[in-house]
């Protein structure tokens, strides 16, 4: 399991990098190595502390963003947000490229401060949801069960609150003020990706209805 997590996050990520570079058409961009640094390492940390105390969320974690059992709904959510990054990160090299934006150096560290925010909203959220799956599903096979403690005592799905943050914090990080254009599209896919998630869950997960109605909030506290 630990060679597979080297291998996914080596690939994953490195992918990412060749993509950034190759768009921006040079290698000396700090921005874009303190990125993939900050994403690897704790990353990677995170991998090897869920293979000592959670194997099998860890394995669930690895396993592709599109699966057989996985919803039809998420399975397209899935695709799209997966070509839109790539897409991102595409325009933000090429924002690094020809110069369309500049980011003061103080800015792009709280960009590096609110991916931090949003792994550590990601690791709170996995160590209290052992079915934290990356797909829309329901895990009977390890008898999953309604998760009411760590962050999901404030929302409904936190793991989704933390990721604003990142989708915040990686234009801001890389330098690309227009890189933020593809914020409002990543939020409204989340927001429709929680409409299908909860659809699932209340359709399957006995005990959801009642904690939905105990916890209000989806996303943001006092907002949706």
Known sequence: MVRR???RTSVWFGAFGVILFASAGTVDWPGAWLYLA???GPGFAIGLWFAKHDPDLLNE???PLV???QTPADKVLMSLLMALILAWLVFTGLDRRY???SVPPWVQLLGAAAIGVSMYASFLTMRANSFAAP???IQ????????TTGPYRYVRHPMYAGAMFYFLGMPLLLGSWWGLVFVPVFMALLAVRIVVEEKTLRAALEGYDDYAARVRYRLLPGVW
């Open 5 to 7: 997590l080297i291998v």
């Open 38 to 40: 900050e994403m690897i």
């Open 61 to 63: 974690r690895l396993r």
């Open 67 to 69: 699966q057989r059992d």
């Open 99 to 101: 110069g369309w934006s």
């Open 135 to 137: 797909v829309v599903k």
């Open 140 to 147: 009977r096979e390890r008898g999953q069960s309604v998760i």
